[in-house]
Structure formats: structure tokens, C-alpha cells
């Protein structure tokens, strides 16, 4: 087996040079530095990751905490993060706190217990606090889809609220005035702020907000049938549904079947996310296109950016969705009506 220190007499420097090269170090000198990677590659030496660890107080692996494994949000989240740090010769960690409080709180400690350099985070249950904390313990932590104004810098959100408004007004411009939402958990951050949205918009349109026409379903698929149910049965007058998220759009079109309502003619349907399945319903899905890659890259590249030392994460922190428009939704305005906000007054 190659030691360093063969490395080092071939290359005529020193072990902490061989080292310190090894681990990135800008005070070695760029002659020395392209030694010792020369004398690497003609012996093949492969350093020991765990003492590197040890020369360097690093371990190489950045954690990352999701709510669950299931679902289209989090693979691709966890895809692009690991994408990114793999690029840098970091290794991702990945644990899920099955969105509860104490499975999280134990997520994070087994991290800590292996040494993470760095930490990803997403969770709907810790508090405020719970991340400040973390973040004394780990300070290169990104935390995604969560604004906490203390650590401004290290979070990154998408505008919510604004795809909420987004869709709604979508419906609105085509007609629609008796909409229903389904929202998420209502327990999540995300699920309130997209309804927020869609109560701004019916409000600049002049559209009265009935709290009939609002169900709480979830982001996953657990029990969404029985949530567009409730909510079909409720008013008759309704011909749109904004939906918080596509798997509660995808669970209102066999809901809607069972109805013998046609999505697109029938009853008009917004989603939220653009998951890849949306285009490929019938009729395809209109939706909120969420920048799950985009967030995703951020986060990683602000974990590496702090444990580079740079000042600032150097990332965008606050991502904008834009709107999806496919085959769902059927355009209703009476012929001659002007679409403008002012249209829309009662």
C-alpha cells in the first residue's frame, strides 16, 4: 500500500505539504502542489479518507434532512444537492425525519455523530430555535423552502405566495369566479402561503373569498380523493379547482370522472409543482412550475461556498415560480368581456 510518505519523498517535499495539498490548502505553492499531484498519479497512492479526515478536521460529507423519501418533490431535491457535491469530492448523507418532530431531532443527531462538514436541511416541524441551534453546531447549513430572517442568508424559499397568486388568477382571467382550493397540510409553511396567494388574487379581482370553497387535503396522496369529494359536494356552482400541489390535481381528475365532470371543459383545473407526470394527463395539466433544481443547486453550492470561507453563501435566496399553461382549464369569460382586474368587480 502507498503511504504519504512515499508520496512526499517522490514529489521532495514535505508529508504536511503532500497533505496540505490533499486537502486544498491555498498555502501551498503551485510548483509543490503540481508535484505532488504527479507523484500521486505515478504511484497511485489513495489517500485514506479517514486520515484525511483527521489531517484536515474534515470529514468530506455534507448532511442533508428531508421531510420523507416518497413523493416527486425530494428525489429530484436530493438528486441536484448530491450532483453538486459530488462535483467538489464531497459525499451526501441523506436521512429522513418522516415529518415528525423527535424521527427529525434524531436525524440530526445521527449527523452530527458523523462529523458532517456541512448540512441541507428542509423540515416543517422543528422550530425556529431547533435551527439556530443546528446552525451553532453546523455552521455551513442551507436551509430550503423556509425563511428564518436571523439566517436571511442561509435560506432558500420560493415566492409561495406568488405562484398561489399565479394560479388563481390564471382561473380568474379565463372566467372563473367560483373557485375552489385544495390546499396541502396546513401545518406546512408552504401550504398556507400558496393559499395566501390565492386569496390576494381573488381580492384584486373584486372576487368575494368563501371559506366553503376552501378543503385541507395533502401534499402527499393520503386522502385527497375523499378532500375533492367533500369539496364537489359542497357547491354545485363551482367550475375551477386550484390545487396546492399536482398530486392533489391528479387525485381531483378521478375525483372529477366519478363526478361526470371532463376536466378542461367541465371543471377547470390548476396544479402546482410541474412535476413530469402533469404534461402527460389527460387533458395535461396546467400548473405552478416549482424550481426544484434550481433551489436544489443553491443549497449545495451555498453549503460548499461557507466551508470555502467566503463571506456571503453567494446564492440567489428567494426563487421565482412561473405558470405552466396546458390543456386543464377552459376559458369561459362571456364574448366581449375585457379581461382586467376591473372586470372582475362584483
Known amino acids: 500500500m502507498i503511504t504519504i510518505k512515499e508520496v512526499a519523498e517522490l514529489a521532495k517535499v514535505s508529508q504536511s505539504t503532500v497533505s496540505r495539498a490533499l486537502n486544498g490548502h491555498e498555502t501551498v505553492k503551485e510548483k509543490n502542489r503540481i508535484k505532488v499531484f504527479d507523484a500521486i498519479e ?17 470529514s468530506h460529507s455534507i448532511g442533508m434532512l428531508v421531510g420523507t423519501f416518497d413523493g416527486p418533490y425530494f428525489g429530484p431535491l436530493m438528486h441536484y ?7 467538489q469530492n464531497y459525499h451526501l448523507i441523506i436521512t429522513s425525519g418522516h415529518e415528525q418532530y423527535q424521527e427529525e431531532q434524531e436525524s440530526i443527531r445521527f449527523l452530527n455523530a458523523k462529523k458532517i462538514d456541512g448540512l441541507v436541511l428542509t423540515s416543517d416541524m422543528l422550530s425556529d430555535g431547533d435551527i439556530l441551534d443546528i446552525i451553532e453546531i453546523t455552521p455551513a447549513t442551507m436551509l430550503m423552502n423556509r425563511y428564518i430572517p436571523e439566517i ?36 406546512k409553511i408552504d401550504s398556507r402561503e400558496r393559499l395566501q396567494g390565492y386569496r390576494n388574487a381573488l381580492k384584486e379581482y373584486g ?34 379547482i386550484f390545487c396546492l400541489n399536482d398530486s392533489i390535481a391528479l387525485a381531483a381528475y378521478g375525483v372529477c370522472h366519478e363526478f361526470g365532470y371532463r376536466v378542461g371543459e367541465d371543471m377547470s383545473i390548476v396544479g402546482f409543482d410541474n412535476h413530469t407526470y402533469s404534461q402527460y394527463m389527460t387533458p395535461s395539466l396546467s400548473t405552478v412550475n416549482f424550481p426544484i433544481k434550481e433551489m436544489a443547486k443553491e ?4 453549503v460548499l461556498n ?9 446564492v440567489e435566496n428567494r426563487l421565482s415560480p412561473n405558470l405552466i399553461e396546458r390543456k386543464s382549464v377552459k376559458n369561459i369569460a362571456s364574448v366581449g368581456q375585457i379581461v382586467k382586474k376591473a372586470s372582475f368587480t362584483e
Do not use: W
Request: charged share 25%.
Open 207 to 240: 372576487v368575494e373569498y368563501d371559506p366553503n370553497l376552501v378543503v385541507e387535503g395533502r401534499f402527499d396522496h393520503g386522502g385527497n380523493d375523499t378532500a375533492v369529494r367533500r369539496l364537489l359536494d359542497r357547491d354545485k356552482s363551482m367550475t375551477a
Open 42 to 58: 505515478k504511484l497511485g497512492y489513495q489517500p485514506n479518507a479517514f486520515a484525511q479526515a483527521l489531517a484536515s478536521n474534515r
Open 152 to 187: 436571511a442568508d442561509q435560506c432558500i424559499c420560493i415566492d409561495n405566495e406568488l405562484g398561489g397568486f399565479l394560479a388563481t388568477e390564471h382561473l380568474l382571467l379565463n372566467g372563473h369566479r367560483r373557485i375552489g382550493c385544495v390546499t396541502g397540510q396546513l401545518s
Open 81 to 87: 444537492v448530491e450532483k453538486v457535491v459530488r462535483q
Open 306 to 314: 461557507i466551508l470555502n470561507g467566503k463571506k456571503s453563501t453567494g
Open 299 to 302: 443549497a449545495a453550492k451555498g
